[in-house]
């Protein structure tokens, strides 16, 4: 088999491509450039993937394993995303762009240069598990499950699953980097890379700032349960729903931001009870291991890439199945507009994921679907 290998510059996806070499496979490496220098903004001393450096140590490991590699630029794709990025801020919601990037680049455009080159697959160093499943192509959580990635791959579909290889879902990550030792892969002890690729330094505000300055336009934070102005912001840009640190505000608690509002440039903040939310409203569902659900569903779902998935109820709120209302058992905190919700299996496969519009904080018992049919609900299906 003919496999491309997105080499990002980890040594996770050095890794994926030493395995595919050893078990036979013709391997191309392929580094994706975004265009992005790491500049003055590069403050903490280390970068997200794809830096120049990460390209010549990509480069270096390609020729170490004897494969074929190619630099692609994909500059102009990817200042889209970081347009959207900073655009998504001004819109007072928190984006997710490695969602994007995965979707729209590393597979999407990638695909379409693997099927160019005529290669069977696109192989990347995500820690995830792909298997047949009722029919379908499923998303599962990897063996090592504090690195799990599933959730920022959850728009991938049917046909991209079908011609996706990720060789580390059965490994931890200790195994990888020995496996990259034995190897006598350079970077096997290389760290991990943990920021946003195109904000090196760590600070999201200085791509606001350069994209969409209007965002960063000072306004007032008020008190939820007041109204009182309890100071002013550096703009809706620089704030996210959760957000406690960093506010200028002095208060005898602590202080959360629970709502932005665009229209008036107001930030509202209040107390940690006020960020819980039992329903939270989707859209743009991609359905994985199970088609969209046509009746209620239940599961257990994620709200942002570290939460632990809940047990939770899904229910259609169109004939189209792209929205849905999930009602959480337990209330869960700051569910953030722009951010991901994606529902899992008793087994850790995806059933499908889309995008947070809105939240609410109503009980149980005041959710569009009462106690009982809660319970009557069927439980997602396993293995």
Known sequence: MHVVVAMSGGVDSYVAAALLAREGHG???????????????????????????????????????GVPFYALDFAAEFDGIIADFAAEYARGRTP???????????????????????????????????????????LRVPRDRRKDQTYVL?????????????????????DVRDVARAAGLPVHAKPESMEICFVPGGDYRTIVRERAPHALRPGPIVAADSGAVLGRHGGIGSVTIGQRKGLGIVAREPLYVTAIDVASNTVVVGRRAALLRRVVDVDGWNAVAAPPPRSPVRGRAKIRRNHPPQPAEIVPLDGA???????????????????????????????????????????QSGTRRGQAERRSAPRAPRA
Not at 41 to 49: E, F, I, L, N, P
Not at 56 to 63: C, F
């Open 27 to 65: 391997v191309t490496g392929v580094f994706l450039r975004n265009g992005v220098a790491a500049g003055p903004r590069a403050t903490s001393g280390k970068q997200g993937c794809c830096s120049v450096d990460d390209a010549h140590d990509a480069a270096r490991v390609a020729d170490l394993l």
């Open 154 to 174: 959850f728009p991938l579909e049917q046909a991209v699953l079908a011609r996706t290889l990720f060789p580390l879902g059965e490994l931890e990550k200790g």
């Open 96 to 138: 997710n762009p490695c969602v994007a990037c995965n979707r729209d680049l590393k597979f999407g455009r990638l695909m379409s240069f693997a099927s160019a080159v005529g290669a069977d697959a696109v192989a990347t160093g995500n820690y995830a598990r792909i298997e047949d499943h009722a029919g379908r192509r499923a």
């Open 321 to 363: 199945g792209t929205r849905f209302t999930v009602s959480f058992d337990e209330p869960v905190a700051a569910p953030a507009p722009g951010q991901a919700l994606v529902l899992y299996d008793d087994d850790g496969r995806v059933l499908g994921g889309g995008w947070i519009t809105s939240s609410e904080s109503r009980t």
